[in-house]
């Protein structure tokens, strides 16, 4: 038995940073369903569209058992003051400045939020001795790496922008915390996000509102990209049970089976949650053209800079922690993100 796999009463009080955002508001509204206390933290920043973010958090906010704080993760002192508040017994953090091309404009803003954002958390988490700390990393963070599907095993040194270099440098502060204060910490490197409630700034929203608008499409690489497509709710599905799997310093390296992350020295462990199965762009968008019964205008453009030609994530590792994968087929979640998306925007 793996030293995570140990029997525990499942937590019931989560601070989840970013619960205005895409991921974190699809978790939230999973634990709270499943009757957790949850207290969302949210700088509502004008990335996107604000008032989307808004709609989210007033739906969370229906619940009693959801309460917000809207905040930077940059400011300290807010943060902790509404961290020792709650008192949590783990914390999520999925807050982020987000998107691998807007990180070629302003790359500050990565450095911010996702550096000088985590640390302030991973504190927040240190002070209050919580049980299990969870932070998103991306599948961005593998680069150029070209064996495939991705392991976690394997080593993952050449990011190819600002954004997959902040979200590696978490993966590094989160295991010095881990080692240096016995705090339990799982990343989670995510494979291409997708559905209902989803960013505009995301490829299927994007090429969604085109097509409907009678826009052109802009399909990059002439489409000869690949994604593992990994849909949302199986993707928070696979964070609740992360949750239940807090990682166990080893007391030595034959604890550690073949293909686990677990690190040798410390309560931390590194987690695909992927679809494990890699779609080529082209058949992705001719699913859209189906759902919508409509044909695109499309435009094929080369490469763009610091993007990859694939990314497919072996998800074996996080069904042997909890006994399941995301599997959800991606023509199924396109028509359940176009249902949303015209119901939303009433087209």
Do not use: C
């Not at 920043?45 to 989210?56: A, E, F």
Request: proline share 6%; charged share 25%.
């Amino acid at each position: 038995m793996p030293p995570t796999e140990t029997t525990q009463k499942s937590p019931r009080r989560v601070l989840i940073t970013g619960t205005a955002g895409f991921i974190g508001f699809h978790l939230a509204q999973l634990l709270l369903a499943e009757g957790f206390q949850v207290h969302g933290y949210d700088g509502m920043t004008d990335y996107y569209d604000v008032n989307l973010k808004r709609r989210r958090h007033q739906m969370l906010l229906l619940h009693p058992g959801f309460q917000a704080t809207e905040g930077m993760l940059e400011d300290e002192e807010k943060l902790w003051s509404v961290a020792a508040r709650f008192q949590p017994e783990v914390i999520v953090h999925l807050a982020a400045q987000a998107g691998v091309r807007y990180s070629l404009e302003n790359p500050r803003a990565y450095l911010d939020s996702n550096v000088i954002g985590t640390l302030n958390v991973m504190e927040a988490a240190r002070k209050l001795g919580v049980g299990h700390l969870l932070m998103a990393s991306t599948s961005s963070v593998y680069g150029a790496n070209e064996d495939m599907p991705f392991t976690e095993v394997e080593k993952a040194n050449t990011q190819l922008t600002i954004y997959a270099a902040t979200k590696k440098a978490n993966e590094s502060m989160g295991h010095s915390y881990a080692h240096l204060w016995d705090l339990p910490t799982t990343m989670f490197r995510f494979f291409t996000v997708y559905g209902p409630w989803g960013r505009p700034d995301l490829a299927l929203f994007k090429f969604v509102d085109a097509i409907l608008d009678g826009r052109p499409i802009d399909i990059y690489n002439h489409g000869e990209m690949y994604r593992d497509f990994t849909y949302v709710a199986d993707l928070v599905r696979a964070i609740r049970l992360l949750i239940d799997a807090p990682p166990v310093r080893p007391t030595s390296r034959d604890e550690i089976e073949e293909g686990d992350s677990l690190s040798p020295v410390a309560p931390f462990r590194v987690v695909n949650i992927g679809n494990s199965d890699k779609v080529r762009l082209l058949d992705f968008i001719d699913a859209i053209e189906d759902e919508l019964g409509i044909k695109a205008v499309r435009n094929y453009m080369p490469m763009q800079p610091g993007d990859v030609p694939a990314t497919w994530a072996d998800a074996s590792l996080l069904q042997r922690l909890t006994g399941y994968r995301p599997q959800t087929d991606f023509r199924d979640g396109i028509a359940q993100f176009v249902a949303w998306f015209r119901d939303y925007h009433q087209k």
